[in-house]
């Protein structure tokens, strides 16, 4: 959703586009006949899309700004691991 906020130009952003989609329900061919089968399935697909906005700003590349990045592994208190900067 647009906030009318300017985006950042010396950096990149990202955006997550989420998209929940649930085919309707189907329409049976006869109503009043008891005999129509109507059983189905409905399954809900959900797609989660990451979105890059690069200004044209910056100088570096794709490349070097990637190995400038450093990581390392930090334990969390939940379940997993999480990779940081």
């Known amino acids: 959703m647009y906030t009318g906020e300017a985006l950042p130009n010396d950096r990149e ?3 997550w586009l989420n998209i929940l989609d649930i ?3 189907p329409k049976f061919e006869n109503k009043n006949n008891l005999n129509v089968n109507s059983n189905y399935l409905q399954l809900p697909i959900h797609s989660r899309i990451k979105l890059f906005y690069r200004p044209e700003k910056l100088t570096r590349s794709l490349s070097e700004a990637y190995n400038s990045v450093i990581w390392h592994i930090e334990k969390t208190r939940s379940k997993g691991l999480s990779l940081c900067r």
Do not use: N, Q, R
Request: no cysteine; charged share 15%.
């Open 13 to 15: 952003s990202i955006f």
């Open 23 to 25: 085919s309707a329900k």
